[in-house]
């Protein structure tokens, strides 16, 4: 940007607003990353914002005199050379004591906690410039001359993450923070079978030849280290576990043609982690020590130590320990099945021994014998045995080796899906006064179950239970998850119905909620962006909604005690942009302000919004919101006049829509703190009994009207000291006087038939659930198709060992806003590399059964979604159907119908 002879900038691509420029005639050039550039000539008056579009900017090739680099040279003193920067180095360009331009931000792992140590390299054109390691709170910066960069975060015992095109203009410091996820955990085994040895004779240091067998069911995948698997050849800590947990010690001299009797204790006890001991403290000769008992797997461990003196001087060192038997068997399953799936387990019978060894080996699947075989073996034995997954929530397989001298085996469980998807259909009944009735239901879909409670705290733990538990974990969630968290510590503290609980157990329950409420503080925390606001998910674009519901949350964890570092900020950034927001966003961030005492004068607001235009119920309401912070009364009669009764009293706003502020929950939300802050409590109190009322089985309020309601309607609970009173109840002639009350029907029943007598509120649950095998596809709003492909063909069969990829094709027929959409994968197969979320998408999440895909925004259109796979067991897999839906309109949703993958 120029103005007369001077010359401002240049500005960040990522800059939307650009202020403290005083009245003049400004010249603006806009460049893009292929070198054209727009120009544009600006004429900026006193006290004004002037608004932009460049949409339809006509960007033309740039002169030699226009080109960005020749206005904005970026260029170092002295060239780096290409070679690698120690991580204990960092390197400064000459002008940064007086230029403090550069990159700074915050590492951390997947709790939130601090990485100390780490590395952080910077490259330019594949050449590093720069590294530096972070403080003792996991905080780095390093100063660089205006350009482009990559950067690399590096981690002992975490996987490497890489940052690309970091720009870093001449106005100050770029934010760039990193979660670092830890890539010690264990993978499953890849069964492939070869001809020939992997590696041959003297090409290993014990000068041995290793079997392909041996190479493919190792934990270790460095070709030095891989010798170690032979006998006498490790260099590493060994940890011998020769009958630890078999019921056979080895025994030197036992008779080979005798094998003992019994059956092998099996290993069972797995984990990624040996021990973790975060509290250490030194003796006068600086030694610490603890016990141990390391887990099952027959594997290395990599301990990785983290030590700060008083001084604040951390040191960091690793060191190897190997679990070891000269005879293992070790079993590779899937991680997960679906019912009625065929797959081949696979059992490995390594011999470190150096000799020859006859052993007598079993498969068992939940204790029965599937296959069992006899055979003398050299380095190893690799077989398989068929299994049928029957129709259970789990099953258990075993694989079990015995010898003379020494015996071993494992056993694994793996978590059976059912097939096609879980419906439920039914009631959801208030009863305030005596109520017979006889409601029917279809015996095919199942016994119908009936819940009763007369507390409406009762009600509302089931709601934050759905909060906490919920799977995913979008700002928005993690704060609804927040508020339930803190909801639930509010009603751990009130004395139970039922007999006093274990003081012990309750205090471990309050450790865990506040340990709980401390991850989601440190989450929001660590996914603020460097401007204050908060986009959907951590690192996406800002959003001024996203913005103000998380400091509503955060606010009401201050207000319970707990510290809010990244409140003031949050408030600074809306502060600057309420003025540019959009009507609706605009009086919600507003409404936030004067809650947060922030100090400004709602008079031009005020005067704004009262000529403009209120299109929408939800536009009237805010407006009404507003001017009660601001001082002026509402009449009842006007809040009156926009709520609907429901035949039972309660009271609602607006009618149902997809839309996302003018729709009835977020209108009913603001008629309610409308009325409470009137002190109108006949209004509040019928839109809580609405609030109950429809409360249904078959499908729950979303995420963000559970966690709004339950912060209106708890503090009201909390107050009153008559919400436990007595009812009775008849279910199909059994009386009932003790609340909560579950029942289950015997199965063919057609109805049930439900008495209440008693003054009190009675809330009862009357539903079906059911597993549908075969749903019929649906496509309203989306149309949702899958394929797989291998080789970059379409195919109906996988090639086990060969990458492949699950597509994923969806129709959207009207644009959609937070999406999204639910892909399972077979159970055969594992995750190839895990792609980042590039656009549309916002977010990815990797779960075993599934990989669920978010979209923030989705316009009418058909998109194109993949998922590596890597095929690893052979069999015949079922492949549940895929389903899009609107997140927080879950009603509208599309699916395809159940497929059979089968893999060879």
Known sequence: MLQGGSLLGPFRPDSRRLDDLPPGRYHLKVFSAGGTVWRQEIALRRDTLLFLDGTKAEFRPSRADE????????????????????????????????????????????????????????????????????????????????????????????NTVEAHGVYVAGDGLVAVNQQLESGTMLHEVVVTAYKVPLIQQDMTSAGKTIISERIQHSSIRNLNALSGNLAGATETDKLNIKGSRSAFPYNEDANDDAFPAGEPALRSRFRDYAYWQPNLITDSNGEAWFRVTFPDNITGWNTYTLAMDRKKRAGVTTRNVRAYKPLTAKLSLPRFAVAGDRFDAAGLTSNFSGDSAEVHTAFRLDGQLLRQNRARIGEGLT???????????????????????????????????????????????????????????????????VQAMDNTLDMLAEDIDFLRNYPYGCNEQTAGRLLALLAEKKLSAL?????????????????????????????????????????????????????IYVLRALRNAQEDGYACPGCEKGLIWLRREVGGLPLTEQGEALLLLRESDVQFDCTPYLTRLDTLPRRTLHERLSHWRLQQHCGRPLPVDTLLGVLTSTTTGGLYCGEESAHWYNRRAANTLLAYDIARAAGWEHLTRRIRHYWLESRATAQRRNTIETAQILQRVLPELLSQTDTLRANRLEINGVPVSDFPYKWVSPAGATAVTLVKSGNSPLFVNAYQQ??????????????????????????????????????????????AEYALLEAPVPAGCSYGEKTRSIRPEAHREYFRDRTAIFFEFLPAGRYECRVPLEPRFTGRFTLNPARMEQMYFPVFYGRNAVNVVNVY
């Open 770 to 815: 059911w597993q549908n095998p075969a749903p019929e596809p649906r496509s309203d709003l989306f149309e949702v198709e899958s394929w797989l492909e291998q080789g970059g063909r379409r195919v109906d069969s996988l090639r086990r060992g060969e990458a492949a990829e699950l597509v994923l094709r969806v129709l959207v027929r009207r644009s």
């Open 495 to 547: 004395p139970r119905k039922q007999a006093a609980v274990n003081a012990k157990s309750r205090t471990k329950s309050v450790a865990l909620l506040e340990k709980e409420i401390k991850t989601c503080l440190i989450r929001l925390r660590n996914a603020q962006l460097a401007d204050g606001s908060w986009g959907w998910w951590a690192g996406g674009a800002p959003n001024a909604w996203m913005t």
């Open 67 to 158: 080109r960005f680099g020749s206005l904005f040279p970026v260029s170092m003193e002295s060239e780096p050379s290409k070679q690698n920067i120690s991580p204990s180095r960092f390197t400064q360009w000459p002008g940064a004591a007086t230029g403090f331009n550069g990159i700074s931000g915050r590492l951390t792992d997947e709790s939130g906690e601090p990485l100390i140590g780490a590395s952080v390299l910077v490259s330019q054109g594949g050449i590093a410039v720069g590294g530096v390691l972070t403080d003792i709170e996991g905080n780095y910066r390093i100063f660089l001359p205006p350009g482009w960069y990559d950067l690399s975060f590096q981690y002992t015992g975490f």
């Open 383 to 449: 077989e398989f045995a068929a299994v049928s997954v029957p129709e259970a929530d789990s099953l258990f397989l075993s694989y079990e080796m015995k010898s003379p001298k020494i015996s071993d085996g494992e056993q694994r469980g793996i978590a059976v899906l059912p097939v096609g998807v879980s419906e439920t259909a039914g009631q959801f009944l208030m009863f305030e006064r005596d109520t017979a009735l006889t409601l029917s239901f279809d015996p095919a879909f199942g016994p119908i179950i």
